[in-house]
């Protein structure tokens, strides 16, 4: 895979790595670096159709970072009208969807309009998807907030809303016109948020780079505590991974639906929990990528060792990497088959997995049969 180039520039506070998704016309950069919120209207300005944008946040986000992002963009002269969400997942329904279009639309937007993501997967996903359909399509800009959206659904295009059928099974592929990823904006998650934004993570380096989860297995839990220089360091890296992936199939055909690397597991879990705060994307995704090992070792393709291994280290940074004490008495395998079979990546009625011949070498397979995903299921909820 050849990774997207990328440029360092300076500006006052250190450093800003800039990464470019390579799309043609539709190209964008991702800019990762520290207290860029402060500076953000000088940099959205350049890319704007006109000097006005909507913003949308959530109430955790709002307190917290809404008012400095605000008056960077006073200062550079951009008109900005604010919408706040409700925080949580269950933000991503049609309601709110539809109760969000009908506030853009009040403020009265064109389609030189551009929209601004400013929070985690959540916000980032039901706004793109917003600006995906509103008016046929309009600008967006993701200012992602939490580790995993800075590493993952803030790249890419990818927009959506969940169903009661299952996780973003009603979306866009909408690519935004910049992404802006300040750790700093980190420093205020709760800890259990960075560690569920660490499974999305770990996932590049078990996908195709090996050294990237040797080096996760030295510094990953300085970054999970907060060393700016570490989260700096595998922002990029995620990034620059997935932009290579992006550019070569931007919309799932092929190669793409290797970042679903436990995600087949990881949807069907959180479904099973009602996407609520009893397990995390991130935490469900942590507990997928195991079980996609040991799918792989029950298929004689990579040995119980690589499988250890990333449990360990995903227990070393306090991530589950079993469904021990999550599952219910209510959890079966013929339920969590149901969930996996509306996944949106099933063909032909035949579900798509992630497997792996060892770490860092991932490949898709959709030959797997329902009786050895069940028997590993059973397993699973047994233990």
Request: hydrophobic share 45%.
């Amino acid at each position: 895979m050849t990774n997207a180039p990328s440029k360092t520039v300076s500006n006052s506070n250190g450093h800003t790595v800039t990464v470019r998704v390579d799309l043609g016309e539709r190209s964008y950069d991702i800019l990762i670096g520290e207290n860029l919120l402060d500076n953000a209207g000088a940099v959205i300005t350049e890319i704007l159709r006109q000097p006005r944008v909507i913003v949308i946040t959530d109430s955790n986000v709002a307190s917290l970072h809404l008012p400095a992002l605000e008056t960077s963009l006073s200062k550079a002269g951009i008109e900005t009208h604010s919408i706040i969400l409700p925080a949580g997942e269950q933000t991503k329904d049609f309601a709110h969807l539809a109760g969000l279009l009908d506030q853009c639309l009040d403020a009265r937007i064109a389609r030189d309009t551009t929209l601004i993501a400013l929070g985690g997967g959540v916000i980032g996903d039901i706004t793109g998807f917003a600006a995906a359909i509103a008016l046929r399509g309009i600008d967006f800009i993701q200012i992602p907030t939490t580790l995993l959206a800075q590493v993952d659904s803030s790249v890419g295009g990818k927009t959506g809303i969940n169903t009661k059928h299952g996780k973003n099974l009603v979306g866009a592929f909408h690519q935004p016109a910049l992404v802006l990823a300040d750790v700093a904006t980190l420093d205020t998650l709760p800890e259990r948020e960075i560690r569920a934004g660490y499974g999305e993570v770990v996932k590049y380096g078990l996908i195709n780079d090996a050294p990237f989860f040797n080096w996760l297995e030295k510094n990953g839990p300085a970054l999970c505590n907060g060393e700016h220089a570490a989260r700096i360091q595998a922002v990029e890296t995620c990034c620059r991974a997935k932009a290579a992936i992006v550019a070569a199939d931007e919309h799932e055909s092929g190669q793409r639906a290797l970042l679903n690397l436990g995600h087949t597991f990881g949807h069907a879990f959180e479904a099973e929990s009602g996407y609520s705060d009893k397990l995390l994307h991130g935490e469900a995704v942590a507990i997928g990528m195991v079980m996609a090992f040991s799918l792989s070792g029950k298929l004689g393709l990579c040995n119980d060792e690589e499988t250890a291994r990333i449990a360990a280290h995903l227990k070393a940074v306090n991530l589950p990497a079993s469904l021990s004490g999550i599952a219910e008495p209510s959890w079966t395998p013929a339920r969590l088959l149901s969930h996996m079979s509306q996944d949106k990546k099933v063909l032909a009625g035949q579900l798509t997995f992630i497997l792996a011949r060892r770490i860092g070498e991932a490949f898709i397979s959709r030959d797997v049969k329902p009786e050895t995903v069940q028997s590993l299921l059973e397993e699973a909820l047994a233990a």
